[in-house]
Structures are given as structure tokens and as C-alpha cells.
């Protein structure tokens, strides 16, 4: 497991996630805040697994889960309804 970054508002990254790799990004989040979050898997790779954890409600629940993305295929998860969250 690698943490990566504390992103802020406003950051853009890309990034590549190395096979059989678990990259930890946080962010945080409030009330009216928009929050796009594009994967793709690539090289083939069938196997892509992304989870979204809420530290203030239950840090061991996942709040958004996407499994087993086809190759060629974007995910995009746009969340726009926030309490006061901390994802990680």
C-alpha cells in the first residue's frame, strides 16, 4: 500500500497504478462540492478494482465500490451530494 497524496481543491492528477499495486489518494470533502473521478484500466489488464472509504462515518465500508472494469472502458464517478466527508 502506497499513499500517494492529500489532493486539494482544485487538483487535477493523473496517474498510473502498477499492477497488483494499492495507491491510497485522500481528499476531502464538504457540503455542494463536485468530485469527478475517471479510471481506465490498460495493458490489457481486466482486473481494476477502485473503492471509495469514508473516515467519518466508517472507515472499513466502502462508500463507492467499482469492480472488474473492462479494458478500453472508463469509469467515471461524479459525486455531488456531501456531508462533511473525508475520503480516502
Known amino acids: 500500500m502506497t499513499i500517494k497524496d492529500i489532493l486539494e481543491d482544485g487538483d487535477s492528477i493523473t496517474a498510473t497504478v502498477e ?23 490498460s495493458g490489457g489488464s481486466e482486473d481494476m478494482y477502485l473503492a471509495l472509504y469514508n ?9 463507492i465500490e467499482v469492480d472488474s472494469m473492462s479494458f478500453g472502458a472508463t469509469e467515471e464517478i461524479v459525486m455531488r451530494k456531501f456531508l462533511r466527508m473525508v475520503f480516502t
Request: hydrophobic residues 45%; proline residues 9%.
Open 55 to 63: 473516515n467519518d462515518v466508517d472507515p472499513d465500508l466502502p462508500l
Open 19 to 41: 499492477e497488483g499495486a494499492d495507491d491510497i489518494w485522500f481528499f476531502y470533502a464538504e457540503a455542494g462540492d463536485v468530485v469527478t473521478i475517471s479510471v481506465a484500466p
